[in-house]
């Protein structure tokens, strides 16, 4: 098997993971794809709650 490069390197990540903390953002995963493809998905509690309309009884 060839070697190749990485699609997304370590450093790439975690820049991309403490521009989300710097921000105040919390992540509840990550995903990255073959292709180079990174999908940060966030676990907004707070605004999930104040946009509940079961939670308006």
Do not use: C, F
């Amino acid at each position: 098997m060839p070697d190749r490069r990485a699609a997304v390197t370590q450093a790439e990540l975690t820049r991309y993971l403490k521009a989300y903390r710097d921000a105040g953002i919390p992540v509840a995963r990550t995903e990255i794809g073959r292709d180079g493809k990174v999908i940060i998905y966030t676990s907004d509690t707070a605004s999930d709650e104040a946009n509940n309309p079961w939670d308006a009884a």
